[in-house]
């Protein structure tokens, strides 16, 4: 569930209208040039009792298009940005029934650094930012926890056994947002069956009815504090003895 979020104003930008056809899946995948990176946390910085982790593995996984088959199986990983250093569409389209594709983006984070006992509480905090198309729905982007195994790889798409933590909703033109989620049942879940490691998987909601959804991180391969942190504080730093 959504646990805060604030609105972070930027300065105005360019916008441009869809008007249909081909390009369509090529600037949905882009972001039309409005990577900002930037320094999104440090909210734990001023916590001595809190820890942050940044993701150890991560990568935009394609499904579709040009790629291969729109069956729900990734087809290749960090599709089309590989050279930019750029993560985070956060895609699905199907107005093309010749060209319907779907991008999700995962984050693994090893929590071998973190003691055992599962006493934590943790929350996965992250930027999003609407996508630059209009005409188009509000975006609704499930965060599904997955076993991870600190390598991006195809199946990273659609590995499992994967929980829902979280659903999030981003409107077109949405300035980059500040998101924070529960995701202490996870972290617990990892530690206590010994697997000492979590992954989330960012995607379009699948109960969504839209034929285009889109959102994106502006996050650095190049620039872990431009990625998702997962802050760990032990329960007792936080609940009353
Ligand atoms: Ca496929
Ligand atoms: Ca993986």
Do not use: C
């Amino acid at each position: 569930m959504k646990t805060n979020e604030s609105t972070i104003r930027r300065p105005g930008r360019a916008r441009w209208m869809y008007t249909g056809g081909a390009g369509l899946a090529l600037a949905l995948a882009i972001g039309v040039g409005f990577m900002q990176p930037r320094s999104a946390f440090g909210v734990s910085a001023a916590d001595p009792s809190a820890t942050a982790l940044h993701p150890r593995a991560d990568g935009t996984i394609v499904d579709g298009s040009v790629y291969g088959a729109f069956d729900g199986v990734g087809d290749a990983a960090d599709w089309a940005f590989a050279n930019t250093g750029y993560q985070g569409a956060i895609t699905k389209t199907t107005e093309s029934p010749s060209n319907r594709m779907e991008t999700r983006v995962v984050w693994e984070f090893d929590l071998a650094s973190i003691a055992q006992d599962g006493r934590y509480r943790a929350s996965l905090e992250f930027m999003l930012r609407g996508a630059p198309v209009y005409p188009m729905p509000d975006s609704v982007i499930a965060v599904y926890s997955y076993a991870a195994d600190l390598y991006e790889s195809r199946n990273d798409f659609s590995v499992g056994p994967a929980q829902l933590v979280g659903l999030v909703t981003l409107t077109p033109f949405q300035d980059p947002t500040s998101f924070k989620l529960d995701v202490s049942q996870a972290v617990r879940t990892a530690l206590q069956s010994g697997a000492r490691k979590v992954g989330f998987r960012f995607q379009i909601d699948p109960a969504s009815t839209a034929t285009t959804s889109q959102a994106f991180f502006d996050a650095l391969d190049t620039d872990p504090n431009t990625k998702p942190l997962l802050v760990l504080r032990r329960l007792e730093a936080i609940l009353p003895s």
